[in-house]
């Protein structure tokens, strides 16, 4: 589980979980700076200075996939929500 409180991070420890793979899924609205900068790189899913990373990544026994926000999915209705 990934918290962000204001400018503070806590990110729970997922390389000691026994599974194959993991999804990461940050729920948002939209894509943004927290979902495409904050959340990867505290994660670390790219470099402090990096602007990209891969969505798909091997972590030892692990593979990992860094979904886009939930509100982007063709199925969501963010607009009918309001």
């Known amino acids: 589980m990934l918290n962000v409180l204001g400018s503070k991070i806590e990110v729970g ?3 000691h979980r026994p599974v194959p793979r ?3 899924v ?5 894509e943004g700076y927290f979902s495409e900068q904050v959340i990867p790189r505290a994660l670390g ?3 402090e200075e990096s602007g990209g990373f891969d969505r ?6 692990q593979t990992l996939f860094y979904c ?3 509100g ?7 607009e009918g929500a309001l």
Request: hydrophobic share 40%; charged share 20%.
């Open 13 to 15: 420890d997922i390389d």
């Open 22 to 24: 993991v999804f990461l």
């Open 26 to 30: 940050p729920i948002f609205i939209s």
């Open 45 to 47: 899913l790219c470099g």
């Open 56 to 61: 798909l990544q091997r972590h030892g026994t």
């Open 68 to 70: 886009k926000p939930v």
């Open 72 to 78: 982007t999915h063709d199925g969501v209705d963010v």
